[in-house]
């Protein structure tokens, strides 16, 4: 979780960089993201420092994962995520 979050949330912070050239469906997954990666990335944190005994770290992270891979795969095959393919 500790790599995916810092993953995630760069992405999102790309894509809302970007603000003024993309659609707002576009712009909404990268929200998603913005939102979802520090979630998952202080899921890990906290993960890791308490040795995995608590549960509600480990659902914030599960959940904001879920999220975050739900709206990628749902971006992706609704076309609003652009993905290169053969030209």
């Given at each position: 979780m500790l790599?995916?979050?810092y993953v995630i949330s760069e992405g999102g912070y790309r894509?809302?960089?970007q603000w003024h050239q993309i659609s707002p469906l576009y712009a909404a997954i990268g929200v998603i993201?913005?939102?979802a990666g520090p979630i998952m990335l202080?899921?890990?944190v906290?993960?890791?420092l308490s040795l995995g005994r608590r549960k509600l770290t480990l659902w914030a992270?599960?959940?904001s994962a879920i999220c975050a891979g739900?709206?990628?795969v749902a971006g992706v095959l609704s076309y609003i995520v652009p993905?290169?393919?053969p030209t």
């Open positions: 790599l995916f979050g894509i809302l960089s993201w913005v939102v202080a899921s890990g906290g993960i890791f992270g599960s959940v739900v709206s990628l993905c290169a393919g």
